[in-house]
Structure formats: C-alpha cells, structure tokens
T-cell receptor, first 114, second 115 residues
Framework: AQTVTQSQPEMSVQEAETVTLSCTYD???????LFWYKQPPSRQMILVIR??????QNATENRFSVNFQKAAKSFSLKISDSQLGDAAMYFC???????????FGQGTRLTINP | DTEVTQTPKHLVMGMTNKKSLKCEQH?????MYWYKQKAKKPPELMFV???????INESVPSRFSPECPNSSLLNLHLHALQPEDSALYLC??????????????FGPGTRLTVL
C-alpha cells in the first residue's frame, strides 16, 4: 500500500521569506500523481499544485513550486515571497494511475509571521 | 462553474435524529466522494461514486448511507449517529480514474455536531 509522510507537523516563516515543506512517499507504481492541497482555517481545501510522475520537469504555479525527486520518492513544496494568506494546513497527497483514492500525508501547519 | 457546494454549513443533531447532507457540482465530473475530517487530521475517505454507482465503501458503519441521485448530486443520509461521528464532512468531485486530470475538487464541508 502507498504511504505519504510529512515529517514537519508545524512550520513558521517570516512574511516575504521562502519556506519549503517536505513530503516523502512510498509506492511500487511507476505512474502516479502527486498533489499539494492547502486548507486555511475554517475554509475550503484547494489544490495548490500537481505533478505527474512521468514528467521530469518540476511543476510551478506562481509563487509555488515543487522539487520532485522520483528516485528518492520526495515531493517538497517551496513557497516564495510568503504572504499572510498562505497560512494554512498543507497536505501532500498521492494518487495512483487509475486509482480513485487519494492517500494523504498527516499535514503541515504553516504559520506566517508578519 | 468550478465549485463544489455543500449544504448545510453546520448541523447539530441528536443521536436519534435523521438528517441528510447534500453536495452538488456542475463541472461535469463523474466521480464524487465523501470524506470525514477530524480536527488537525487529513480527510478520511468514506465513499466513492463513479458514474453514479457506488465503487468504494471504506467499511463505513451503516448509520451513514450515501446516495447519488444523478451525476451532479451526492447525498449522505445520517441516522442514529454517535458523538464520535462529530466532524467536518467533505464532499469532493473529479474526473473518473483513468483520465489525465484526476485531481479532486473539494467543497467547503458540513460541520456536524452530534449531541
């Protein structure tokens, strides 16, 4: 069975600084998808960024980028120029090719200090 | 329309009540999901519907009864719940598995309190 591990329960960063959230996963599949979801306090969970395993190029969405290391099974999220609105719980998630389930990590609570 | 909507936002019920949660999407997605989320924890999958048919039931107690009346609607019927069932219930939708874009879109959730 696939597992996703987020080793940082909590992180904090100064506004305008850069922060990296870690995620590792375990799978025997070769084709899969990886996601970072953001869940602000009492607000809706939204997709931040997605990565297809067959793509070598790291995904980027504005201030959010990933460092995808397939051999190391690592999928970290970098947030540049952190903003107060980035404060949230961040979940790393895995989905196998053809799978209907998302496997979530335990989450990292990110605090932005003004 | 890129939204998943859920009603009600909040629900308080007694252990003998019967209530229903509703979820709706108009993105043309043919897979819909129910999750249960406790505070500071990731969502736990409960049910998956694919093309309006129940495809996954994660051994959820029978006091939770899902229903998918059509491709846009998903209901969760609740009966004789326990206080430990108090949680945030999330609905999500996606294109079915096997397609290139299978990310799940989540609704805002229903905050359920069982007294």
């Amino acid at each position: 069975a696939q597992t996703v591990t987020q080793s940082q329960p909590e992180m904090s960063v100064q506004e305008a600084e850069t922060v990296t959230l870690s995620c590792t996963y375990d799978t025997s599949e070769s084709d899969y998808y990886l996601f970072w979801y953001k869940q602000p306090p009492s607000r809706q969970m939204i997709l931040v960024i997605r990565q297809e395993a067959y793509k070598q190029q790291n995904a980027t969405e504005n201030r959010f980028s990933v460092n995808f290391q397939k051999a190391a099974k690592s999928f970290s999220l970098k947030i540049s120029d952190s903003q107060l609105g980035d404060a949230a719980m961040y979940f790393c998630a895995y989905s196998g090719q053809g799978a209907q389930k998302l496997v979530f990590g335990q989450g990292t609570r990110l605090t932005i200090n003004p | 329309d890129t939204e998943v909507t859920q009603t009600p936002k909040h629900l308080v019920m007694g252990m003998t009540n019967k209530k229903s949660l509703k979820c709706e999407q108009h993105m043309g997605h043919r897979a819909m999901y129910w999750y249960k989320q406790k505070a500071k924890k990731p969502p736990e999958l409960m049910f998956v519907y694919s093309y309006e048919k129940l495809s996954i039931n994660e051994s959820v107690p029978s006091r939770f009864s899902p229903e998918c009346p059509n491709s846009s609607l998903l209901n969760l019927h609740l009966h004789a719940l326990q206080p430990e069932d108090s949680a945030l219930y999330l609905c999500a939708s996606s294109h079915p598995s096997g397609t290139s874009y299978n990310e799940q879109f989540f609704g805002p959730g229903t905050r359920l309190t069982v007294l």
